[in-house]
Structure formats: C-alpha cells, structure tokens
C-alpha cells in the first residue's frame, strides 16, 4: 500500500508543478482588454481594442461560434468546457501555418492569459474571491483571433466565488 500512496503524491505533486511552470512557459502577452468582450458580437466594445490583425472569417463558408460553461469540480477548483461549431481545437503543427477552420483557444480570466488549450475540457484550479470573468477566444496557430466582421469570436461567463 505504501509504494502506491507514494505513486499517488508523486503523480499530484508532479502536476501541480507541471501546471505551474507550463502556465508560465504557455502564457504569452497579449494586449487586449478581455473584461470588455461579451458573448454577442453587438455588446462588443470597440473602443479598448485594436483589431489591425486577425484572422477574418466572415468570408469563411461556415464561421466559428465557441460557447463555453464552468462546473465546480468535485475535487476541487472549476471544470472549463469549451464548445466550437466550424473549428477545430488541435495542438499546432511543426510548422507554424493557419488552416481554415482549426487551431486553438486562449483562456483569460479576470482579463489575464492563463492558458493555451488544445481541446474542449480545462481544469481551472482555483479562482479568487470575488466576481470572475472567464473569456474564451479562438486563435488560428500563429495566435491571432478569429474575427466576425472585425470582432473577436470568443464565449465570457461569469463565476462568483464566495
């Protein structure tokens, strides 16, 4: 019993430090202002953002939507479960290129970058006290977001923690 308890503090140990540094490696800096954005694109306030670059896809036959929700875990911390219609979430290729239609989402919450993600389940650790702001944006593989129309196609939710 006691190697597997050790296997066991090992393996959480081990994430937790691997969560740590690769959030600090994968976050890259990004200068917009997510608490702005709201889920619809007629809500959306232009006046904090830059949109100079982006990867448009009105002209797409089917643009991409993303939704997204948040449960309690039963552990501990949030369960994030990203939905995408049109888009393809996948890690990058070996060679930086955009494919119409894939690549991945940056997650922010409370307006700051915490992650890459590669797929449509992300565990949220912690949130603080207070009232959260979780924006989720589709990026082509070179990071930049996709637009409708000049406006960033992302889903925002709100978690208050007591």
């Known amino acids: ?25 994968l976050s890259d800096d990004h200068d917009h202002d997510h608490e702005e954005y709201a889920v ?13 670059e982006g990867i448009e896809t009105s002209p797409w036959d089917h643009v991409p939507a ?4 948040l449960t309690p875990d039963a ?9 995408t219609s049109h ?25 700051e970058k915490i992650a890459r993600v590669y797929g449509h389940w992300f565990h949220i650790a912690s949130l603080p006290k207070g009232k959260n ?17 000049g406006v960033p196609i992302v889903a925002t939710l709100t978690q208050v923690v007591e």
């Open 133 to 149: 702001t979780i924006t989720v944006s589709l990026n082509g593989h070179d990071h930049e977001e996709l637009l409708e129309h």
């Open 75 to 83: 552990v501990s911390g949030y369960n994030l479960h990203i939905e």
């Open 87 to 111: 888009f393809a979430l996948v890690p990058p290729a070996t060679e930086p290129n955009d494919s119409q239609g894939e690549g991945h989402a940056h997650l922010y919450v409370n307006g």
């Open 40 to 52: 619809e694109a007629e809500n959306h306030d232009h006046s904090s953002h830059d949109h100079d």
């Open 1 to 25: 019993m006691r190697p597997f308890a050790l296997l066991i503090t090992g393996i959480l140990v081990g994430s937790a430090l691997t969560y740590t540094v690769m959030g600090n490696i």
């Open 66 to 69: 993303v939704s997204a929700t």
